[in-house]
């Protein structure tokens, strides 16, 4: 490799490093997004964030010119199954998220993203035939003691935690089988969405009404920014997962509910138990021996292919 094209490597790197970080740091910080809207029942603001999304992703595409990528989706038949499918868990995802910030319960969120991962790798066991390292053994015993733990302490499950890390691990892994880029995709899924959304509002507009009528000029500015705060991060993230290692982009997985936790706790003064220190400490563990067979693997792969 010349001189040239090892920097061009490296600049594409650090570009890509500084995308994926940007839009994990902007997922994490979307919390304070949408805690300006908890007065706006969750089921609004998510018909209003499919609704601005479609807007959003649609201009998207013809401004990258995607028209004939989008109508080849559009005209696939088991593409557009799959899609449905993980229209419906992502629409359930967000609704739970939105829903967990309404209730001041950003920590529970911030756990279900820590899970995320673990659960991730479970699914990869259970549909790919993946098999399990001693380290990701260990690290998932450690979540689930963890679960268990604030289970018995609380006197109930975590389902936000657990629901929001299973539905957005499914939800990966059928995007990760599926044939379609980040952009078609997404801008499908919202299109299947968008009669439920606009149903859904038309509905309590002709009921109690809804906010974007009859709420002030700043809250429907918020409503319509719903689309970017879930366009743009996704972006990013797609621009840096192209550009940096797996291993790398792994790691930085966890900025969000990192970034999350620190704003549940010191801008909304949700109480960081016991209980919550002990899980926390459990599934922290168990991300770090996770992370560190990762980045083992991965390393003795690159050997393997500078031999070879």
């Known amino acids: 490799?010349?001189?040239?094209?090892?920097?061009?490597?490296?600049?594409?790197?650090?570009?890509?490093?500084?995308?994926?970080?940007?839009?994990?740091?902007?997922?994490g910080l979307t919390v304070i997004f949408y805690k300006q809207l908890t007065h706006v029942p969750a089921y609004e603001v998510l018909a209003h964030r499919t609704l601005w999304s479609v807007i959003l992703t649609i201009a998207l595409i013809f401004l990258f010119r995607r028209g004939p990528a989008l109508y080849?989706?559009?005209?696939?038949?088991?593409?557009?199954?799959?899609?449905?499918?993980?229209?419906?868990?992502?629409g359930a995802n967000w609704f739970v998220f939105i829903y967990s910030i309404n209730e001041?319960?950003?920590?529970?969120?911030s756990l279900g993203y820590y899970i995320?991962?673990?659960?991730?790798?479970?699914i990869g066991v259970a549909f790919l035939s993946e098999k399990l390292t001693r380290p990701q053994i260990v690290a998932v015993v450690l979540a689930f003691v963890g679960v268990v733990v604030m289970t018995i302490d609380f006197g109930s499950v975590p389902w936000i935690s657990l629901f929001l890390a299973v539905t957005f691990a499914i939800y990966g892994y059928l995007r990760k089988i599926t044939a379609v880029?980040?952009?078609?995709?997404?801008?499908?899924?919202?299109?299947?969405?968008?009669?439920?959304?606009?149903?859904y509002l038309v509905y309590v507009e002709g009921q109690a009404g809804t906010a974007m009528m009859h709420e002030g000029g700043w809250i429907v500015f918020l409503l319509m920014l719903a689309g970017p705060m879930t366009v743009i991060p996704l972006f990013l993230f797609n621009y840096g997962a192209q550009?940096?290692?797996?291993?790398?982009?792994?790691?930085?997985?966890?900025?969000?509910?990192?970034?999350?936790?620190?704003?549940?706790?010191w801008m909304y003064g949700e109480e960081l138990t016991d209980t919550h220190l002990i899980t926390f400490g459990?599934?922290?563990?168990?991300?770090?021996?996770?992370?560190?067979?990762?980045?083992?693997?991965?390393?003795?792969?690159?050997?393997v292919a500078r031999s070879a």
């Open 181 to 199: 880029d980040p952009l078609e995709g997404l801008a499908v899924e919202v299109l299947i969405l968008l009669p439920f959304a606009i149903g």
């Open 116 to 122: 995320n991962p673990l659960i991730s790798v479970l």
């Open 282 to 303: 459990l599934i922290w563990t168990g991300l770090a021996l996770f992370s560190w067979d990762t980045w083992r693997r991965e390393r003795e792969l690159r050997q």
């Open 72 to 90: 080849a989706v559009l005209t696939n038949k088991r593409l557009l199954l799959t899609l449905c499918v993980t229209s419906l868990i992502i």
């Open 243 to 265: 550009r940096i290692r797996l291993a790398t982009l792994g790691l930085m997985q966890y900025l969000a509910p990192t970034v999350q936790l620190i704003i549940a706790v």
């Open 104 to 109: 001041e319960r950003v920590l529970e969120t």
């Open 1 to 27: 490799m010349s001189v040239k094209s090892e920097h061009d490597a490296a600049r594409e790197a650090m570009l890509g490093g500084i995308g994926a970080a940007s839009g994990y740091a902007f997922w």
